[in-house]
């Protein structure tokens, strides 16, 4: 029987997606639910298992634009399992076996006469050269026997790159579906909203302390790392509860607000960025926080991630120091209205208590969509994050560091 194999829905609303490699040949003998394609969507990189064990034909190209429901492929399960490794091993063994055939002389290009005055320079020609700073042996002469003329000197243009040369190749590849679909979404989050950023900075030095005295006990008793994450996660869910407008979004001619918190995480991916969701953050304890962006960024990583665990979120927080950024402007993630960059801790002096102290500052951002944010609600909720961050103790932990850390 000769099976079609379609090409399953990766979500709703994706109606096509892209053959990104296929992970086996055409007459290869294959096991049912081993990967045989990588397929992208605008939205993750998923691998497609063959639905039955046979010896597979197929029927798209890497870099085909697929529609969900397609025939991508043929599986004949009837066909016996080869005693090789795949069934198009000995055709392929006996294809490069062939003799080739003597491919017809292509005509010898005539050669060109040279003689000793072959790229000599005229007088004029060699001062032209000079002040141009161009080598003599870098122009082609159009004159008698190959000699530099004064026009081919005039029309001389120096060859990009060094003086002293080097490798100047360049290569192309095609962008996944992924890729390009981000492109989409960044042009369109600049060309169609309002942005602008406003920045402050916070001093992490109650953040540090909290972190050295707690993080060994609490990684042993959860199995995770207290790291940072927690911290700006719990104040972005705290700042949004006290500046709804931020925690919206515009539909046409109406505003959506949200009574729950879905925050997003942008992580660098295989594929490119991805944006996995915390759901329901404001539920979350740190333990929780922790737990949950060290699972999806594994699975983001690792190109597990799904279309489902990539929808929706109300908020993003991106850390661009994780790279080494000192500050930058992050853009909105449509259909979100804000956005919150994290960027490099790095030691500076400020005024404390009338007196320069040395403490970790990092500088932060927040890029927004004006038409349904005012300035002085965004700069209000960077402020509130501020607030939270440098006071975690009082503001974030109520008080009690060990309940709130569940020690």
Known sequence: ????????????????????????????????????????????????????????????????????????????????????????????????????????????????????????????????????????????????????????????????????????????????????????????????TAMLTTFNEVDMSAIFELRNKYKEDFKAKHGVGLGFMSFFTRAVVRALEMYPSVNSMIDGKEMISYDFCDISIAVSGPKGLMVPVIRNAENLTFRGVEAEVKRLAIRAREGEITVDEMTGGTFTITNGGVFGSMLSTPIINPPQSAILGMHNIVERPIARDGAIAIAPIMYVAVSYDHRIIDGKESVGFLVAIKEALENPEELLMDGNVKRALEM
Do not use: F
């Open 1 to 192: 029987m000769i099976l079609e194999m379609k090409v399953p829905s990766p979500g709703e609303s994706i109606t096509e997606v892209e053959i990104a490699d296929w992970l086996v040949e055409d007459g290869d003998y294959v096991e049912k639910d081993q990967a045989i394609a990588e397929v992208d969507s605008d939205k993750a990189t998923l691998e497609l298992p063959a639905e039955e064990s046979g010896i597979i034909t197929l029927k798209a190209e890497v870099g085909d634009a697929v529609a969900v429901g397609a025939v991508v492929c043929l599986i004949d399960t009837d066909a016996a399992k080869p005693a090789g490794d795949s069934a198009g091993k000995d055709v392929a063994e006996q294809k490069k076996s062939e003799p080739k055939k003597e491919e017809a002389k292509a005509p010898q290009p005539v050669q060109a006469k040279e003689t000793y005055a072959s790229g000599v320079a005229s007088p004029a020609a060699k001062k032209i050269l000079s002040e141009k700073g161009i080598d003599s042996t870098a122009v082609k002469g159009s004159g008698k026997d190959g000699r530099i003329t004064k026009d081919d000197a005039v029309n001389a243009v120096p060859s990009m790159g060094t003086p002293t040369g080097g490798n100047r190749g360049e290569s192309r590849s095609k962008l996944s579906m992924l890729r390009r679909k981000v492109a989409e979404r960044l042009v369109s989050a600049k060309n169609e």
